[in-house]
T-cell receptor
Framework: AQTVTQSQPEMSVQEAETVTLSCTYDTSESNYYLFWYKQPPSRQMILVIRQEAYKQQNATENRFSVNFQKAAKSFSLKISDSQLGDTAMYFC?????????FGAGTRLTVKP | DTAVSQTPKYLVTQMGNDKSIKCEQN?????MYWYKQDSKKFLKIMFSYNNKELIINETVPNRFSPKSPDKAHLNLHINSLELGDSAVYFC????????????FGQGTRLTVV
């Protein structure tokens, strides 16, 4: 069974600065999909970014980008120019072979 | 227009009762899911369902059952509720099972007393 590990339970960053959230995963499959989801205090989960494992190019979405290291099974999320609205729980997730797994989450606080 | 809506938002009930949570999506997606988020925010998939197959997480007790009257709805029925069932339950949908962005409902906080 696959596993997803987020080793940082909590992080904080000053507004306008850059922060990187870590995620490692373990799967025996060669084809899989990786995600970062955000859960603000409103509770609703929102997709931040998605990466297909067979694509070597790192995904980017505006201020959000990933560093996908397939050999190391690492999938970190970089948030540039942090904004107060980025304060949320961030979950890393992996999908393959009808199995979706989430990490334990990282609580990110953006400070003014 | 809410893409994925679930009702109720909050549910308080006694041990031993049977309850249902409803979920509807208006995105035209083929796959719907139920997730459970415990008090430590840990998120676990319970079911995924499209018109072809139901995939059940093997750790889910058989007191939990999904019911899909049509492609746009996936309701969650829970029998003989236990204290440990207290959690936030999320419904979600996606175009293709697992590989696409999942759109989540706002969650139902279930409290069993």
């Amino acid at each position: 069974a696959q596993t997803v590990t987020q080793s940082q339970p909590e992080m904080s960053v000053q507004e306008a600065e850059t922060v990187t959230l870590s995620c490692t995963y373990d799967t025996s499959e060669s084809n899989y999909y990786l995600f970062w989801y955000k859960q603000p205090p409103s509770r609703q989960m929102i997709l931040v970014i998605r990466q297909e494992a067979y694509k070597q190019q790192n995904a980017t979405e505006n201020r959000f980008s990933v560093n996908f290291q397939k050999a190391a099974k690492s999938f970190s999320l970089k948030i540039s120019d942090s904004q107060l609205g980025d304060t949320a729980m961030y979950f890393c997730a992996s999908y393959n072979n009808n199995d979706m797994r989430f990490g334990a989450g990282t609580r990110l606080t953006v400070k003014p | 227009d809410t893409a994925v809506s679930q009702t109720p938002k909050y549910l308080v009930t006694q041990m031993g009762n049977d309850k249902s949570i409803k979920c509807e999506q208006n995105l035209g997606h083929d796959t719907m899911y139920w997730y459970k988020q415990d008090s430590k925010k840990f998120l676990k998939i319970m079911f995924s369902y499209n018109n072809k197959e139901l995939i059940i997480n093997e750790t889910v007790p058989n007191r939990f059952s999904p019911k899909s009257p049509d492609k746009a709805h996936l309701n969650l029925h829970i029998n003989s509720l236990e204290l440990g069932d207290s959690a936030v339950y999320f419904c979600a949908s996606s175009r293709i099972t697992g590989v696409d962005e999942a759109f989540f409902g706002q969650g139902t906080r279930l409290t069993v007393v």
